[in-house]
């Protein structure tokens, strides 16, 4: 368990698609990649080391910096037993812990309701993006979904600010406890209520902000500065979750120029977040994950990569202890899973349990529906 | 013409179909409710939607693998479809008879899938019931493929009682055992599908039925007190005759197309809502020989339909929000590019169609309203309904102008609501409604000062009622 300044806050990126970790973390000396990736293999001279034995993806200097700084942990082999291939499936199971049976629960909508009981906050949690992802749903957990940070409220389409005010007085009004109307329109009027109380304190986000970083104007670049504004804003929001636009991950064709732009485009926006929650001195108690679906193939197929099972995933923050952790699945043909991909040895699980348990300080095992070995990243 | 014909008009084309235009209520409503209920039931007598024209900007939408594809051009069907009853229908036993994308990973399958709903949806049960047991997105959904005679998997003959026939009880009591959940299971052994999933690394082709007889337990089985040696077929002809399948229906359809009821697991001893309803919709369950269409005529012909107290008594669902202001303004009927970030926002609103959070399907009434939901869907509604530049828009800030050369904020009020559904508000909404509009005094349109000021307030007037919790219901 850590020490920090104020409550440990966990933000989430997720890389939708399925990232393809054997170039993302590449096994550079061995010998199994450049045959199964005649068309795609990272020429070695451009291979960013980290270890003697792996490497980054020459896109993602600004990690190695963090990585240099002992702040980043990189995970590989990371995956679960019986590996699904469809990207739905395996998100859900990412985002649910429940590869057996289709979960309706997800682990972050559990962390909030034991984070915050009594829903005393309606900020709580907060994700990025459009539609829930499973990881935030909860029954009665009230999770404010922003599409857009600068423009998010109710009525945005009423120009002009003094029309617009004066609809939200009446949409208050409205809202307000109704008597003798029914049990679902008085749970409709507490929502709407709900829903204006966190809009109104959201919208105050970005007009106290400054910064001297410039994000991407990516989807990306763009949920991250959202990321980071409403936690610099101190609204006690401890879960801050986004998600990369639909699917961009997935890289059956034309992989080296659409994977080279993301991964550029993931750790320029990765290293701003960073940067930019420094230089406000409120980089303390802010941990990132990110993480993807599953790895691919691990033999390109002249042109992209199909999708796989083990992959790659990231923590970065002050209190991450940097390093590799799982062990790297071997490329040998008979040691792959069957179909020719990466075998796991690092339970998802695992990581959530460490977050849960080291970090977020709550006891994972009703969480991630079981007991999971800790890897020590945080400390 | 009488503002309760063309209420009682918008009532039934709201849950017979998604909504229609002012102008189209009113056609419909002089045309006679009658006649428009056999339109609803026959859509055989209604031109076929025009799919050629989304074919033809599309090219790729033709037998498309892709799930957006296919999720758009059902989307696109129900705003463009003559036949509005069956894309209804097909969205009813879309939300039933649930399978979904994240695991069957096929768009076109799912499109297969949900085009059995719409073809049979309203002919006799037995009958769709066979067409769902030999579909193999379905048997895949719920593992049929996994399930040997050797080796039983008994999730579709579960759920082929519990949640697609039967229902777990009634009246108290249950409406099967566990060992007629084996049995139901053992009947199935051997319906599975070819080519053989998984489909990786090679990539997947098209799905078919196929019985495999060497893999098909042939030995005698007890199936709800009834012995002989039962195939798939023979436990559908037992299901369909039970009590109960014709209780499961009815309540179904009267959840779906009358008014909320509590949630599906609850049934067993929750008495429905309305008991006669109920039994009138057996009653024709029986007497059509397990008809569909018999109980629905049942239904939208009734007085327990017609009722003001059933009109928005039920909370829309996602599609039926996104999909009825569409109509209602007119917009994507025919072609228009943004397609695809529309066939988005029932996602953004909880319902990601074509792909149910699990078996048992969407949460229905209030549990579709979350803090994050109603914002979406206050703002997707706001945003239509306010838009004055839209022309379905602009039609409905004419007829307003039409009331009068000088309209009191009471009727300015009123004419907007009544435009709008006519929506039903409670006394507090129309005092704050009222009052707001009175903020800026009568309404004139004489100058063009005048009506550009009048088409402002009738747009926030429009996004205030779509922002009003009545708004959430139809």
């Known amino acids: 368990m850590v020490q920090t300044k104020k409550d440990p806050v966990l933000a989430v990126l997720s890389l939708s698609g399925g990232n393809d970790g054997l170039n993302c973390v590449i096994p550079r000396n061995n010998g199994f990649y450049r045959d199964f990736r005649p068309t795609l293999a990272v020429p070695e001279d451009q291979i960013i080391p980290i270890n003697d034995e792996l490497g980054f993806h020459p896109t993602m200097g600004p990690l190695k910096k963090y990585w240099d700084e002992g702040k980043l942990a990189v995970f590989v082999g990371i995956g679960y037993p019986t590996p699904s291939y469809s990207h739905f499936r395996s998100m859900d199971i990412w985002h649910t812990c429940e590869p057996e049976i289709i979960g309706t629960e997800g682990w972050l909508g559990r962390a909030t309701k034991q984070l915050d009981p009594n829903s005393e906050n309606v900020l709580t949690a907060v994700n990025f993006g459009r539609g829930l992802p499973r990881a935030l749903v909860m029954d009665g957990v009230p999770v404010a979904s922003v599409g857009n940070l600068e423009t998010y409220g109710l009525l945005t389409g009423i120009e002009g600010e003094n029309q617009r005010n004066d609809a939200l007085d009446v949409f208050g009004r409205m809202y307000s406890p109704a008597i003798g109307t029914g049990a679902v329109m008085d749970y409709i009027h507490a929502t709407g209520t709900d829903a204006l109380k966190g809009a109104d304190i959201l919208s105050t986000a970005p007009d106290n902000y400054t910064s001297s970083v410039e994000y991407s104007t990516t989807a990306i670049g763009q949920y991250m500065k959202n990321i980071a504004q409403t936690h610099l804003a101190g609204f006690g929001s401890r879960v801050l979750y986004t998600t990369s636009p639909y699917n961009g991950f997935d890289s059956h064709a034309n992989q080296a120029q659409a994977n080279a732009a993301l991964l550029t485009d993931v750790s320029n926006t990765v290293d701003t977040f960073v940067t930019d929650l420094r230089e406000h001195d409120a980089s303390d108690n802010v941990t990132l994950f990110f993480f993807s679906e599953f790895g691919r193939r691990v033999a390109d197929n002249g042109s992209g990569t199909d999708h796989g099972a083990a992959g790659v995933a990231f923590a970065l923050g002050e209190h991450v202890k940097g390093g590799v952790y799982g062990t790297y699945p071997s490329l040998e043909p008979t040691q792959q899973e069957e179909g020719g991909n990466l075998k796991f040895n690092l339970d998802f699980r695992s990581v959530y349990s460490t977050f849960l348990e080291d970090w977020l300080q709550l006891a994972p095992e009703p969480i991630v529906g079981g007991n999971y070995e800790r890897v020590k990243f945080i400390g | ?474």
Not at chain 2, 204 to 228: A, I, M, N, V
């Open chain 2, 1 to 474: 013409m009488a503002e309760q014909d063309i209420a009682l008009m918008a009532h039934l084309l709201r849950r017979a179909g998604f909504g229609a235009s002012r102008d189209e209520i009113e056609a419909k409503a002089s045309q006679g409710y009658d006649s428009v209920v056999q339109e609803l039931l026959n859509p055989e007598t209604q031109e076929a939607v025009e799919e050629d024209l989304l074919i033809r900007y599309n090219p790729s939408y033709y037998e498309a693998a892709a799930i957006e594809n296919n999720v758009q051009q059902w989307v696109w069907r129900m705003i463009n479809s003559p036949r509005q009853l069956q894309e209804k229908v097909a969205l009813f036993w879309h939300m039933i008879f649930c399978a979904g994308h994240s695991k069957i990973d096929s768009g076109q399958e799912m499109g297969l899938m949900v085009d059995i709903f719409r073809q049979d949806g309203m002919g006799k049960f037995d009958d769709l019931l066979f067409k769902l047991s030999t579909n193999p997105g379905m048997m895949y959904y719920l593992d049929n493929t996994e399930s040997h005679k050797a080796n039983l998997n008994e999730n579709y003959g579960r759920e082929l009682l519990e949640l697609f026939s039967l229902g777990v009880g009634m009246d108290e009591g249950f409406n099967y055992s566990e060992d007629d959940v084996k049995v139901c299971a053992r009947a199935f052994t051997g319906w599975n599908v070819a080519p053989s999933y998984p489909p990786f690394p090679h990539g997947r082709s098209p799905w078919e039925f196929r019985f495999d007889p060497g893999d098909h337990d042939y030995s005698e089985k007890t199936f709800l007190g009834e012995t002989g040696n039962w195939d798939g077929s023979d436990i559908i002809d037992i299901v369909c005759r039970q009590p109960a399948t014709a209780r499961f229906l009815a309540r179904h359809l009267y959840n779906y197309f009358v008014a909320d009821e509590p949630q599906i697991p609850a049934w067993r001893l929750t008495p429905p809502r309305d008991q006669a309803a109920i039994e009138a919709m057996e009653k024709a369950y029986w007497d059509s020989d397990h008809s569909v269409k018999a109980m629905l005529e049942v239904l939208f012909t009734s007085d327990f339909f017609k009722d003001e107290a059933v009109r928005y008594a039920k909370v829309k669902n996602p599609t039926e929000m996104v999909v009825s202001l569409l109509r209602m303004t007119g917009e994507f009927k025919g072609y228009k590019p943004g397609l695809f970030e529309l066939s988005q926002e029932p996602k953004y609103m909880g319902m990601d169609i074509m792909n149910p959070p699990t078996v048992e399907g969407w949460h229905t009434g209030r549990e579709w309203i979350d803090s994050g939901t109603l914002v979406e869907r206050i703002n997707f509604a706001s945003d239509i309904l306010g838009n004055t530049e839209l022309d379905g828009v602009r039609i409905l800030v004419d007829r307003l102008m039409g009331l009068g050369d000088k309209i009191s904020p009471e009727q300015f009020v009123n004419g907007c609501l009544d435009l709008t559904g006519p929506v039903v508000v409670t006394d507090d909404t129309m005092g704050q409604l009222i009052s707001h509009a009175s903020k800026e005094g009568d309404l004139t349109h004489g100058t063009d000062v005048e009506q550009s000021e009048f088409t402002r307030r009738s747009g926030e007037m429009f996004q205030m009622i779509a922002a009003t919790a009545e708004f959430q219901f139809e």
